[in-house]
């Protein structure tokens, strides 16, 4: 019973994904430098925040195996991983949803569904192979409706949908296929206000499905409600791993706004207004 117990202890102890001491240099360019951070098992979301060129992309595409870090190690339960291709990532349980989304507007959303993934629905007719359109067109409004959101019709080109829309076919999509770890890059960077709530559902659900999400944004507003952990990245250097009972929403904010940066800002725009107040006595002078 005890023992049973240790186990159980045990392996909860160990985290889904880890990220000790990341590094990554493109050329003399340092992109990442010395980033630590875990994503917990049994459903969590860890949300990773920073400004543009932070480097959180460099980041999650070591996790999802295109780019192989320069130092340091990342673990997959417990196990380092070393990719050779996105493709073994993926058979891991490793999906990402990119910035660009990787669905092709012209096709239709059961096509995009099911892309590099058609041979469930492939079908002989007098031995000549076909895609079963209707099967795996039901098969993706089911799935697509089992995460909250209805499709009209399946056939429907991608085109058409708005962003929110791709951004949740693409994270259902994800969920469909047995993810076991969900990376979102800046999912809710071009939507407005309801669009990216009904994203961050998505992001909540598949928490609670038991999925390790790594949610990338640079909003608080956004990343704060769904996340438990943060880890913050300033110019490719990380401000610290932070589980949600250790830090509020303001002290994200502050990390994030740069304290320092926003005091210097605020000293630069009072010496202009003084300058501006000493230019207006010295014309007043003369
Ligand atoms: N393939 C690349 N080659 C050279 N430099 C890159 C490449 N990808 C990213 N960088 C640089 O690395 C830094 C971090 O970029 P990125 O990870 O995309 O940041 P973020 O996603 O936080 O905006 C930036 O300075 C960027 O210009
Ligand atoms: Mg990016």
New binding site residues.
Partial sequence: MNADAGQEAGAAATPLIEFRDVGKN??N?I??EGVSFKLRAGGCTCCLL??????????I?ILAGV?KPTHGEVFFEGRPIDFDSPREALDLGIATVYQDLALVPLMSITRNFFMGRETEFVRRRWGLPYFDTKAAGEMCRTSMAEVGIDIRDPNQAVGTMSGGERQCLAIARAIHFGARVLIL??PTAALGVKQSANVLRLVAQARARGIGVIL?THNVHHAYPVGDAFTL?NR?HSLGYFEKAEISREKVLELMAGGSEIADLDHEISEFSRRDDLGGTAAAAT
Avoid at 50 to 59: E, Q, V, Y
Wanted: net charge negative; proline share 0%; no cysteine.
């Fill in positions: 493109y050329g360019i992109a990442i920073g400004d543009n060129g932070a480097g959180k992309s460099t980041l595409k780019h890059d800046e990338i990245l490719g």
